[in-house]
């Protein structure tokens, strides 16, 4: 007797072929006129598990948003991650620009480690420091004149670039590392971490009172609460890091030029491209620039000169928008259009807050915005809510609700703070409101 198909002509085998290809027309019939079948039978199981399998494969490339089952009229069981500050808010902005700023690059660009040999930062892209300069001297936030611009992968290398720079020079190791609370969370995160012999965490500058060199990191405006910031502890021997990834006017008067030493900044939170990982640090002294370099040579020989040469082509949107400049109408402005959406949002949050009457938000000065000429609030891309009455975890009671943040241990403060992300997408901010007005204590 023959086994499997030996003993199957190709008769046989068409007969069946037909056979199956009439049961599924049959079937798809079924599935798309029999109203029964549709929702109790096997075509509404099949849809629905396929629904869901969708949902889930999404909630892994999008971590904003799992558990999002809209149409089956679940948004009570939908968890909100406000914990990172993704700041796809601005994806709208760019979707409607479209072929503005579109970079083709070819098989054969981009192809050798250097960029410019006769710069002190090699890997540096010319048009991408080129549109750096040009977007600062807009925007009026920071001193680009006798300044070295190094490129990083993000301010995330760039600030560990500067704490080795300026480690080099100290006799003595470990060098300390000190910020205010409440400090940004990623920077203990990453000293401690690293275990470098060159540098340690040494906590809030309040309660520093060692002698020696240190370096005192100072993000202004603050992640997480907003607020402009100053050195704290003004002692000799002390080495300055500012990180102004959030100084641009749609979250805060910009009222001077920043002037210091080492200033780092970030495409993610000038832009809202997060994922293209470039930043860059304007940098007062040579050897420091160097030292800098030399580290980011050591950790990753360059950083991508195709993020370089697509984050020019956006600062270079960016500006062309501010200065109405080519094919770009005032109503596209990108800083004029973000700071409104920004301060919807905060008014938003400020009514749901005292809706709730569970919660507060730090009160932010006015002050008078040189670029856009007008006086304003701080609007940071963070909220520092506090949970008041008898709540002593805001963190864990916002869980309770479904909405992740991120709590205030993690800077250095309370666990009745939390920090919480204005950037997401609108779905995700609005139902977040909503949810926040409807707590009562």
Request: charged letters at 20%; aromatic letters at 14%; proline letters at 4%.
């Amino acid at each position: 007797m023959g086994k499997g198909l030996e003993g199957w002509s190709v008769k046989h085998l068409l007969m069946v072929s037909v056979a199956l290809n009439v049961w599924l027309v049959l079937k798809l019939k079924e599935c798309n006129f029999g109203t029964e079948k549709i929702f109790h039978g096997y075509c509404a199981e099949e849809k629905q598990s396929m629904f869901i399998a969708d949902e889930k494969a999404n909630d892994l490339i999008n971590p904003s948003t799992y558990s999002n089952y809209d149409q089956l009229d679940a948004d009570l069981d939908r968890v909100i991650n406000l914990d990172h500050g993704d700041p796809t808010m601005y994806e709208g902005y760019w979707q409607k620009a479209g072929n503005k700023n579109t970079v083709v690059i070819s098989g054969w660009q981009s192809m050798s480690y250097f960029s410019d040999v006769n710069n002190l930062c090699w890997f540096l892209e010319p048009t991408f420091a080129k549109e750096v300069v040009r977007l600062h001297d807009i925007v009026g936030n920071a001193v680009t004149e006798g300044r070295y611009i190094v490129v990083g992968t993000g301010s995330t290398q760039l600030f560990q670039a500067a704490l080795y720079a300026l480690s080099l020079d100290q006799t003595s190791f470990p060098v300390s590392v000190v910020s205010a609370t409440p400090y940004y969370s990623f920077y203990r995160q990453v000293i401690e971490y690293l275990k470098s012999g060159l540098y340690r965490w040494a906590g809030d500058t309040a309660f520093f009172n060692e002698d020696g060199p240190y370096i005192e990191l100072i993000t202004s405006p603050n992640n997480p609460d907003g607020f402009m910031r100053q050195p704290i502890v003004n002692r000799s021997g002390g080495m300055l890091i500012h990180d102004f990834a959030y100084y641009w006017p749609q979250y805060i008067p910009i009222t001077a030029p920043a002037d210091h030493d080492i200033m780092l900044f970030t495409v993610s939170k000038t832009t809202g491209h997060a994922g293209m990982r470039i930043g860059w640090a304007l940098v007062k002294d040579q050897q420091i620039a160097k030292r800098m370099t030399k580290f980011i040579e050591l950790s990753s020989i360059g950083v991508s000169k195709d993020s370089q040469l697509r984050a020019a082509k956006l600062l270079q949107a960016v500006s062309d928008s501010s200065e109405h400049a080519y094919d770009f109408k005032e109503s596209e402005d990108f800083f004029e259009i973000s700071y409104h959406l920004i301060a919807d949002r905060w008014k938003q949050l400020r009514e749901a807050v005292n809706q709730s009457r569970m919660f507060s938000t730090p009160e932010f000065p006015l002050a008078f915005c040189n670029y856009s000429n007008r006086t304003f609030r701080t609007q940071p891309a963070f909220a520092w809510l506090k949970c008041e009455g008898e709540v002593e975890d805001c963190e864990s009671f916002l869980r309770m609700h479904k909405v992740l943040t991120r709590g205030g241990k993690h800077f250095g403060m309370s666990p009745q703070y939390v920090r919480i992300s204005m950037l997401d997408r609108e779905s995700n901010f609005n139902l977040f409101i909503k949810r926040l007005s409807t707590m009562h204590p």
